[in-house]
């Protein structure tokens, strides 16, 4: 019989943080989907932030690394890309944590599909908040991320793009 418990194991992968955005942990952005755990045996459901991303090896890695240091050994790991991952199954902390780490946030609901010439519908800057925003390009340090322009302070940002 397991000697720890689902929820357990979600506050363990809350320990999980994201190698692109470090600040951030899996659950927190919605990538962990779903943990089970059937007889001894635990299933963890993960969805990639985009089908390409370059992080998700390193985060099975580490979720595996995480249970096995909670003495879990018979952990399987499961990639599902359907439903798609979408923004807004991150967290409100996530969001918070992405502004004070100067990157905007994704907006609740929105799509970057509104891209038109260069501005996305109310984009804040993370530093002065101002909607005075221009982009610069609509890859940012990861491909998950834009980069932009505040016209009031100047200061270039990166918005986590909403998918």
């Given at each position: 019989?397991?000697?720890?418990?689902?929820?357990?194991?979600?506050?363990?992968?809350?320990?999980?943080?994201d190698?692109?955005i470090?600040?951030?942990?899996?659950?927190?952005?919605g990538?962990?989907?779903?943990?089970?755990?059937?007889?001894?045996?635990?299933?963890?459901?993960?969805t990639?932030?985009y089908?390409?991303?370059?992080?998700?090896?390193?985060?099975e890695?580490?979720?595996?690394e995480?249970?096995?240091e909670?003495?879990?050994?018979?952990?399987e790991?499961?990639?599902?890309?359907s439903p798609?991952?979408?923004?807004?199954?991150?967290?409100?902390?996530?969001?918070?944590?992405?502004?004070?780490?100067?990157?905007?946030?994704p907006?609740?609901?929105?799509?970057d599909k509104?891209?038109?010439?260069?501005?996305?519908?109310?984009?804040?800057?993370?530093?002065?908040a101002?909607?005075?925003?221009?982009?610069?390009?609509?890859?940012?340090s990861?491909?998950?991320?834009?980069?932009?322009?505040?016209?009031?302070?100047l200061?270039?940002f990166?918005?986590?793009k909403?998918?």
């Amino acid at each position: 019989m397991a000697h720890y418990s689902e929820a357990d194991i979600w506050n363990w992968m809350a320990e999980v943080s994201d190698p692109e955005i470090p600040v951030l942990n899996v659950v927190e952005l919605g990538i962990v989907r779903q943990v089970t755990i059937h007889s001894d045996r635990v299933q963890i459901i993960i969805t990639p932030t985009y089908s390409g991303c370059p992080a998700m090896r390193t985060i099975e890695e580490d979720i595996d690394e995480i249970l096995k240091e909670k003495g879990i050994t018979n952990a399987e790991i499961a990639t599902v890309l359907s439903p798609a991952w979408t923004t807004d199954w991150m967290t409100d902390e996530a969001r918070e944590k992405l502004r004070l780490e100067g990157i905007a946030p994704p907006q609740k609901g929105s799509a970057d599909k509104a891209l038109l010439m260069g501005r996305i519908r109310d984009v804040k800057c993370p530093r002065c908040a101002s909607t005075q925003t221009q982009m610069i390009s609509q890859f940012g340090s990861t491909a998950c991320k834009a980069l932009y322009k505040c016209e009031s302070c100047l200061e270039p940002f990166d918005y986590f793009k909403c998918i």
